[in-house]
């Protein structure tokens, strides 16, 4: 049984997620099988590009019951990037897409200006500091334990997840003045904006805590 299985629908970094996690200390698999997903102690969703296409390649992979059961039995799910947005219910990418439904809220564009009106770049690429989108102390025995926050992290992407409950934001950041969910839970279901794997010692510190019992 591997420590972590990263899910492979032929969408996301694969190769530097599975390195960064082996890195860690993990057992890792990348597999689009069915029963190693559901026999790993921990999954990991990553992702890059456009929502559908995400939900899309999992559909067609017949992945999407199999990460479902994986929350319902309580395993801990780890959504990166897109892997992350496709935890919620619908995305405005492109039209309206319907997401996994693990966390409720909608993934929507990054506002093209700041809160000041200036116009500002998008995508949000590159690093970013994260603030606690509640108290610091919320962030213990989370995926951000023993981070302080205004650490950085690396960005990239065009749409940003909404949550509908505040209570499932763990921290935010800041672009142009606009919070970010960048960290994201609701109980076995977690997902960083981030990119841990190219965000250094931080990004590490986030996996590791990932893999603790």
Known sequence: MADV????YGVGNLLSVSRALLHCGATVEVTD????ILNARRVVLPGVGAFAYGMDALQARRL??????VSRRGTPLLGICLGMQMLMDTSAEFGETAGLGLI???????????????????P????????????????????????????????????MAQPEDDAHRLADCLYGGVAVS????????MGCQFHPEKSGEVGLRVLKNFLRP
Do not use: C, M
């Open 64 to 69: 999407v019951d199999v990460v479902h059961e």
């Open 124 to 159: 949000h690429i590159g690093w970013n500091g994260l603030a606690p989108a509640s108290t610091p102390a919320a962030w213990s025995g989370t995926l951000l334990d023993g981070i302080a926050p205004g650490e950085s992290v690396y960005f990239v992407h065009s749409f």
């Open 182 to 189: 960048a960290v994201i839970r609701n109980l076995n279901v």
């Open 33 to 36: 099988d069915p029963a190693r």
């Open 5 to 8: 299985a990263v899910i492979d």
């Open 104 to 122: 409720t809220g909608r993934v929507v564009p990054v506002p093209e200006r700041a809160t000041d009106g200036e116009p500002q770049k998008i």
